[in-house]
T-cell receptor, first 115, second 113 residues
């Protein structure tokens, strides 16, 4: 089956630093990937749609200058949390849709803790 | 704005019981997804449906388009079914018109032995 990996799985950083999270589709190409986040005891929320070769589309309320998304290849999308603050601490999950299909496959998630 | 309402929020049942989780969704959602999230956070896509009924093992998902309602059923429930089950909607079926998902709040299911 289609596999999506995320790296790192867990990261702890100091306030003010930037953190990059990678999302890879291991055995398929994905023009479209999505980034979600989940705060404790809350539902998942779509942050942005990442499209290979074009700018990401951000949901309302998500700062594009703070959450930089780069989808430079058909198998890799990265999310960079710039100048992270404690309120950015969350569980970040990506998903990818194999080209030509309609099923989202989710990565295992990255737990970010900003001290 | 797409909305998804899910119930119940919490459900505890005995092993072997038939489980039903319900989901209502707003106009604008054309595909409904059922996901399973394990304690570590990992998410597995169980079903995606826009009409009718789908079955996989002991899991059954149904959708009523007129009523904008979907249900996830688990037959012969087992402790390993314990997880958070999430209903999510998208505006398009996917593929070329892929959409991100709008999620319900999830149902925390515990199956006791």
């Amino acid at each position: 089956g289609a596999v999506v990996s995320q790296h790192p799985s867990r990261v702890i950083c100091k306030s003010g630093t930037s953190v990059k999270i990678e999302c890879r589709s291991l055995d398929f190409q994905a023009t479209t990937m999505f980034w979600y986040r989940q705060f404790p005891k809350q539902s998942l929320m779509l942050m942005a749609t990442s499209n290979e070769g074009s700018k990401a589309t951000y949901e309302q309320g998500v700062e594009k200058d703070k959450f930089l998304i780069n989808h430079a290849s058909l198998t890799l999308s990265t999310l960079t949390v710039t100048s992270a603050h404690p309120e950015d601490s969350s569980f970040y999950i990506c998903s990818a849709i194999p080209d030509g299909t309609d099923t989202q496959y989710f990565g295992p998630g990255t737990r970010l803790t900003v001290l | 704005k797409n909305e998804v309402e899910q119930s119940p929020q919490n459900l505890t049942a005995q092993e072997g019981e038939f489980i039903t989780i319900n989901c209502s969704y707003s106009v604008g959602i054309s595909a409904l997804h059922w996901l399973q999230q394990h304690p570590g956070g990992g998410i597995v896509s169980l079903f995606m449906l826009s009409s009718g009924k789908k079955k996989h093992g002991r899991l059954i998902a149904t959708i009523n388009i007129q009523e904008k309602h979907s249900s996830l059923h688990i037959t012969a429930s087992h402790p390993r079914d314990s997880a958070v089950y999430i209903c999510a909607g998208s505006s398009s079926w996917g593929g070329g018109g892929a959409d991100g998902l709008t999620f319900g709040k999830g149902t925390h299911l515990i199956i006791q032995p």
